[in-house]
């Protein structure tokens, strides 16, 4: 409380300034910001998911297999203490892949790569308690290395990322969640990364990153086929994620590879057929290597997707958040909000959207990064007509 001298000279001051205030209504600002977090030291932090109904996140840290549980405010999902945890047998045993259980609710997956075994854990409670091994499950001869962990229906999949020291092939891993010795292996390209199922055909696709093609299969009959990434669309399929409603279907990102990426992406729906999208907006969009995706769709901004372009690659492409909205019939991109990542070169690597930000990881430098809007949401930020204007400024001062 000022004393009360002051209080009078405010109150003077303040009807001064009313006498020449403009007559217009004052409007709140609205902003943007992405704000990064410092994890642990550690030279690959790589997944991230949110435990479902808990205000916990998980990330992985590979390089030194260490488990970050993350403790989010509740009303404002910000990031406000974590404690880190050792998975697996000991420092090598190369932690990757996290994945919600929707089988097991509160339960997570996790791979240990090195160790070639898939995990369910129970994470615990509260931020101190240890993570505790619920199910273990051994991936079988030939198979070797799971990266990336997915449950889908009864079953959890996951990518071996590395060559059979059997055969030298590579694999797409599935077990029964009920019966984790009833196990399929599936022959595949070099090498497979997500794992995503089609809603209306559920049939599974995957992305393989090195061969630049997307395997399907049908689980029912065991078949399985090679949908090839044309050359003239772009390269390395690596991040795939299903949606519903309008953007029905699994979208992957193309990566691009060390001369930089393309900017493109795709879909495909219940027809099977791939369908390619292309980012317009040249520096950020058009050499974008998109490593991950998410879907951006809200009741507010309508349907959406989040990409994320990476410098993993290539120093020709970005670190970059872009969120894309379509024309409606889905058949190209007609908004583009870029979102610089404001530490380049740190290898930008996988993207989640939690109730109303959303949190990235980057591999390089050992940070979480979370974009929050206020007076806004995701896809009200650019008015429509900035996109629009072509006029090229031409004058140097
Ligand atoms: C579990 O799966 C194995 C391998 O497919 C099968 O032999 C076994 O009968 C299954 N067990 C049950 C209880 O269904
Ligand atoms: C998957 O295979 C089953 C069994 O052969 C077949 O009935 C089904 O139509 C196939 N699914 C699709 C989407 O092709
Ligand atoms: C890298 O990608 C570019 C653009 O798609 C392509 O022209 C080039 O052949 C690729 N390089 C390699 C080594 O695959």
Same mark, same amino acid.
């Given at each position: 409380m000022l004393p009360p001298i002051f209080q009078s000279l405010v109150v003077v001051l303040a009807l001064c300034a009313g006498t020449s205030v403009s007559q217009e209504p004052v409007t709140s600002l609205v902003s943007r910001r992405l704000t990064e977090y410092l994890l642990p030291v550690a030279t690959q932090t790589h997944e991230l998911a949110r435990v479902p109904g808990s205000n916990f996140l998980l990330v992985s840290q590979m390089s030194n297999s260490q488990l970050i549980k993350i403790e989010l405010?509740?009303?404002?999902?910000?990031? &406000?203490a974590y404690q880190s945890f050792p998975m697996g047998?000991?420092?090598?045993?190369?932690?990757h892949g996290v994945w919600p259980s929707a089988r097991f609710p509160g339960m997570m997956w996790l791979s240990l790569q090195s160790e070639n075994r898939l995990l369910l854990v129970n994470?615990?409670?509260?931020?101190s308690t240890a993570p505790s091994i619920i199910t273990t499950i051994d991936i079988p001869e030939p198979g070797k290395g799971p990266h990336c962990v997915f449950e889908i229906g009864n079953r959890v999949w996951a990518g071996l990322k590395e060559a059979s020291e059997q055969t030298g092939e590579y694999y797409v891993f599935s077990a029964d &969640?009920?019966?984790?010795?009833d196990t399929v292996l599936y022959p595949c390209l070099n090498s497979p990364v997500f794992i995503q199922e089609?809603?209306?055909?559920?049939l599974i696709y995957v992305t393989q990153d090195t061969a630049s093609s997307i395997m399907r299969i049908n689980i029912t009959s065991g078949e399985t086929a090679q949908l090839p990434i044309p050359p003239e669309a772009g390269n390395t399929p690596v991040g795939m994620t299903t949606a519903s409603g309008p953007l029905s279907g699994v979208w992957f990102s193309l990566a691009g590879n060390d001369t930089g990426g393309s900017g493109s992406f795709g879909h495909i729906g219940s027809t099977g057929e791939l369908q390619f999208f292309q980012l317009e907006k040249p520096l950020l969009g058009t050499n974008a290597g998109l490593l991950h995706i998410a879907d951006a769709s809200t009741a507010e901004g309508g349907p959406a997707l989040w990409l994320l372009s990476t410098t993993l690659l290539s120093t020709n492409s970005a670190d970059a958040l872009i969120r894309v909205t379509f024309d409606d019939d889905i058949t190209s991109v007609t908004g583009e909000e870029y979102i610089s990542i404001p530490t380049q070169n740190a290898w930008a690597h996988r993207i989640i959207t939690l109730d109303a930000t959303v949190m990235l990881t980057e591999l390089n430098t050992f940070t979480l990064a979370q974009l929050s809007y206020s007076n806004t949401v995701a896809g009200r930020w650019l008015p429509a007509q900035a996109l629009t204007d072509p006029t090229i400024y031409d004058q140097e001062g």
């Amino acid at each position: 409380m000022l004393p009360p001298i002051f209080q009078s000279l405010v109150v003077v001051l303040a009807l001064c300034a009313g006498t020449s205030v403009s007559q217009e209504p004052v409007t709140s600002l609205v902003s943007r910001r992405l704000t990064e977090y410092l994890l642990p030291v550690a030279t690959q932090t790589h997944e991230l998911a949110r435990v479902p109904g808990s205000n916990f996140l998980l990330v992985s840290q590979m390089s030194n297999s260490q488990l970050i549980k993350i403790e989010l405010d509740p009303a404002s999902e910000e990031p &406000v203490a974590y404690q880190s945890f050792p998975m697996g047998e000991n420092s090598q045993s190369g932690l990757h892949g996290v994945w919600p259980s929707a089988r097991f609710p509160g339960m997570m997956w996790l791979s240990l790569q090195s160790e070639n075994r898939l995990l369910l854990v129970n994470p615990g409670q509260d931020i101190s308690t240890a993570p505790s091994i619920i199910t273990t499950i051994d991936i079988p001869e030939p198979g070797k290395g799971p990266h990336c962990v997915f449950e889908i229906g009864n079953r959890v999949w996951a990518g071996l990322k590395e060559a059979s020291e059997q055969t030298g092939e590579y694999y797409v891993f599935s077990a029964d &969640v009920d019966n984790t010795t009833d196990t399929v292996l599936y022959p595949c390209l070099n090498s497979p990364v997500f794992i995503q199922e089609e809603p209306t055909t559920r049939l599974i696709y995957v992305t393989q990153d090195t061969a630049s093609s997307i395997m399907r299969i049908n689980i029912t009959s065991g078949e399985t086929a090679q949908l090839p990434i044309p050359p003239e669309a772009g390269n390395t399929p690596v991040g795939m994620t299903t949606a519903s409603g309008p953007l029905s279907g699994v979208w992957f990102s193309l990566a691009g590879n060390d001369t930089g990426g393309s900017g493109s992406f795709g879909h495909i729906g219940s027809t099977g057929e791939l369908q390619f999208f292309q980012l317009e907006k040249p520096l950020l969009g058009t050499n974008a290597g998109l490593l991950h995706i998410a879907d951006a769709s809200t009741a507010e901004g309508g349907p959406a997707l989040w990409l994320l372009s990476t410098t993993l690659l290539s120093t020709n492409s970005a670190d970059a958040l872009i969120r894309v909205t379509f024309d409606d019939d889905i058949t190209s991109v007609t908004g583009e909000e870029y979102i610089s990542i404001p530490t380049q070169n740190a290898w930008a690597h996988r993207i989640i959207t939690l109730d109303a930000t959303v949190m990235l990881t980057e591999l390089n430098t050992f940070t979480l990064a979370q974009l929050s809007y206020s007076n806004t949401v995701a896809g009200r930020w650019l008015p429509a007509q900035a996109l629009t204007d072509p006029t090229i400024y031409d004058q140097e001062g």
